[in-house]
């Protein structure tokens, strides 16, 4: 491993991209400190320390602690994201849309409607805010006329600023920018939650021995992810021979792998995304709004079965989506391909049925672990910063990024001929 990492800071492509992509990290970590003008940085942080609630250490969770900072970055990415999720659903819904999405120019123009969606949502979101910061005591240091338009520039700005970086890291850097983003909000919030489980233990409001057996199993759910993140189940595929130009090629035999969880942390990330949306409406004070969030508040049966539904649901809709079973039969006929037992008008049929045998146990999972922050802290009274820490979408996260992450910079070296991360094997020396 150690190995590993001085070969891949000796290639100067690679130290460039990994560089590029941390540079990008810490303008946006940076930018989470960074108040909105107006607002009294001070006077905001005794509030959130004095009237804390698991609906603001959840949107805060998120963020990075830009939300209780009231960054300009707190909206952070998750409008993208939201707006993303509204566009995907439309073009279930208007063919149109779908078929201008298959296009090359199309999709340029769907991303171009997307940003264009994504300041409408940053907008109304940090309308939200700028009222929600009129609630607390104190806090503005201008009048609210000018604060309010202040503010929604500000957020929005922030806002799309941190899309920008995210795509630019996604071009130049390593990785998935938009789920780095998001990664590197949660690791940011690690050192406030081991602060609270310290200061909890040497309080006497943790139980050690409790605290202990979380972190036996924090240790097991992480193996868990890891191994349904790695599972990959193989559909043969043979193809006979052909004739290609004046070069013949003869049959072959290779596989479709299809993983445990096709759609990895997307299903997650979309569904904490909607679920944030009535919380975060919540805080205008706004009777009926207030009802619903806590209705939906996140340690409450609603919330959880809410958020199931939505994670299972997004898992079959993203696997539909990336791993289309009619093009894949489509793509095998068309190339003279077949699959052992399986007759050919029937491929649709047996790749649907394989997928759906495979993500409904895959979504299932990720809906338990996303849930496990809640028992925990139900079950073991350990406080939301804490619990958040030590399970549910956050590991998910952070797991599914790091991996993904990891196999990119595995097949950078694959392609300088060195040993990667993945599938590390030791060269033999020769041996005369």
Known sequence: MANTLVEMFRMKDIRKKIFITLGLLVVTRIGAYLPIPGVNPGVVYDYYRMYSSSITEYLNFFSGGAFSNFSILMLGVMPYISTEIIFQLLM??????????????GSKKIQQYTRYGTVVVCILQSLVASVYAQSIPGALSIPVGVFIPVAIL??????MLCVWIGEKITEYGVGNGISLLIFAGIVARIPNALYVMVTGIANSTINPVSLIVVVIMFFFVVALVVYEEQ??????????KRVVGRRMY????????????????????????????????????????????????PQRAPYLIIYTLLIIGFAFFYTQISLNPIEMAKNIRDNGGSIPGIRNEKLEEYLTKVLNRIVFPGSLFLAFIALIPTLVQLIFKLPTSVSMLFGGTSLIILVGVDLDTMRQLDGMMKMHHHDGFVESKKRKSKKI
């Open 92 to 105: 279930l819904v208007i063919p149109s849309l779908k078929k201008l999405a298959e296009d090359h120019q």
């Open 154 to 159: 500000s957020c929005t700005t922030g806002s």
């Open 250 to 297: 003869g049959s072959q035999s290779t596989y479709i792998p299809f993983k445990i969880n096709p759609s990895g942390v997307i299903p997650v990330i979309f569904a904490s995304t909607l679920m944030q949306i009535p919380l975060m409406l919540g805080n205008t004070n706004v009777g009926w709004l207030v009802a619903v969030a806590n209705f939906l508040n």
């Open 231 to 240: 599972g990959t189940r193989k559909i043969p595929v043979t193809y006979a």
